[in-house]
């Protein structure tokens, strides 16, 4: 069972920078809200699934996220970032669904 500690909003270093799974959490929102995106046009329709940061870690803990699979992925491009529909896979597989559709 995963640590619960190590999905924590800031590191516990000194210069407490975002934990990796809050800043995935916070590139979804940017995506939803048509930032952070050199294609922001295919992301109008997309709606983040989750209430809060915390469902979202517990949702990803509990759905394989790791630091080497911790690029949420939409198995249905028509639907959300939401349960059911994200599964997390290495950034560079990610990428590269995103050139091949």
Do not use: H
């Given at each position: ?14 210069n407490r ?6 800043r ?46 911790n ?8 639907r959300?970032y ?20």
């Amino acid at each position: 069972m995963s640590d619960e500690r190590n999905f924590r909003v800031m590191t516990s270093r000194p210069n407490r920078r975002p934990t990796l799974i809050y800043r995935r959490w916070r590139d979804m929102q940017s995506r939803c809200k048509g930032q952070a995106t050199k294609r922001p046009d295919e992301y109008k329709q997309v709606r983040l699934g989750f209430k809060s940061f915390a469902e979202f870690r517990a949702f990803a803990i509990r759905n394989g996220f790791t630091k080497e699979n911790n690029s949420p992925d939409r198995l249905d491009t028509s639907r959300g970032y939401e349960p059911g529909n994200i599964r997390f896979i290495p950034p560079a597989e990610n990428a590269l669904r995103g050139l091949y559709p």
